[in-house]
């Protein structure tokens, strides 16, 4: 078959859309605008991003939420925190200098109000550092630690609290912002989604970092609390240990700079999942062409698959989602501008195209390839609802499969073995998986249990007997994130200030 068979529209129906609303401390929520995604045909609605700015007065009573609202992968949990003491911070001093506007100055570096404003509606806009020394000593440690963790330091401007000329107030508010920018990194990455690509959607579970920075302070160790908000995954603490070995000059191959800035890269990466990864998943990394099967965090089954080309329309973008069901015999329905731009172009040169390729035109005027064993789909379909339009499928084209080079698809996913991964996941045998198949007709079956599916895209990352592997940047991602990671280059306190993501 001419036509490349690996597209995104389902047979029966379109993608959801995601969206969660922002929980704010004040009577009004700042909530970003959807924006559409590039990529061909596919429509990214995309929601709001949790977080939002407090418009206060005189005497107005706050009080915080430890987790902002929105949906949570089972299994995703944050410490519950005490509510916050009510407040009207505008009485106090440091409650003046925090309501003084929307952007906040100290010592040449802006400052996250909305973090900050957070943090102090729980102590009733009063100091905090003044009286826990302790604390802010082992913050400001862990902080000058965060290398450790492939962040610069100086993301955080913490060596701006060195200087013996601060005022008490300004070095109040630069300890508070170093350390829940720190703490926000670890927990979202110094990149969050509001500042990705619309195609870089992968997310963890949302935390109210004043909160956690409250919990750290009343705990015994406030370090190892702010710490605990990173990755504990194979792949970070493989990286990280790569870190070390790169810093006390163990060879990690490549050239320093090159290997360095894709370990570092990759940590980034891995702060945008959730902390507990569901034990039973799939995972597609787009960057290896693979896919691994999990259950119990253990991995039960890998293959190869084909993803999308390097033309950014057509690259597969990393997202979440759950496999719900099988479609065996799916038909294709042929999103409109393949069908445009690539089938329809060829029967004007070849009248009985459509015919031989099992094609027939829709009363909609929209162009569906019948199921069959030369469908574009194969002969299943894994059902993945998101608002990529993007699938896990199988195809009559087999042979593809041996290519090094695997990025030929309009950016849904083939799978090698799609037999054998409809087996585990419905939790039947591979005889009863090709019986379904047999019959010819279109049929659907539920999994036993939705099944979450990671597509993401890690140019370093730990295998499934456990080691670290590197691959190359096929789509050029990697670049975009060092600029962020890089403190020459990226004003942490803006954040989370609103964006225009482009589609």
Known sequence: MEVSPSERAPPFSTAGSASCAGITLSVMAILFPSCSFSA?????LVGPIAGGAIVLAAACALATSPVLAADQEPGAAVTPVPPAPMAAYANTELGKLLDSGSELVVAGKRLNVGLLRRFYARHGFEPVWTTRSAQANSLIDAVRRAGEHGLAPQLF?????????LPPLHRELLLSDTFLSYADALARGVMPVERRRDDEALTPEPVDVAAALDTAVASPDPAAAIEALAPTTLTYRLLRQALRNFHTGTPVGKSSTTRLREIEVNLERERWLPRRLPRNRVSVNVADARLVLYRDDQPVFSTRVIVGQDELRNQSPEFQAKIAGVLFNPPWNIPRDIATDEIMP????????????NMVVLPDGGLQQLAGPNSGLGRMM?????????YLHDTPSKNLFSREDRRISHGCIRVEHPRTLAALLMQQPIEAI???IATGSTTRSDLPQPVPVFVIYETAFADADGRLQFRPDIYRRDAEIWTQLDPERHPVAERERPSQRRG
Not at 157 to 165: D, E, F, G, K, M
């Open 40 to 44: 061909r045909g596919f429509l990214a």
């Open 157 to 165: 401007h913490v060596n701006l609290l060195r200087s013996p000329t």
């Open 346 to 357: 060829k029967t004007l040169h070849d009248p009985d195209y459509l015919a031989r390729h």
């Open 382 to 390: 894994f059902e993945m609802e998101n608002r990529f339009d993007v």
């Open 434 to 436: 090709d019986q379904a």
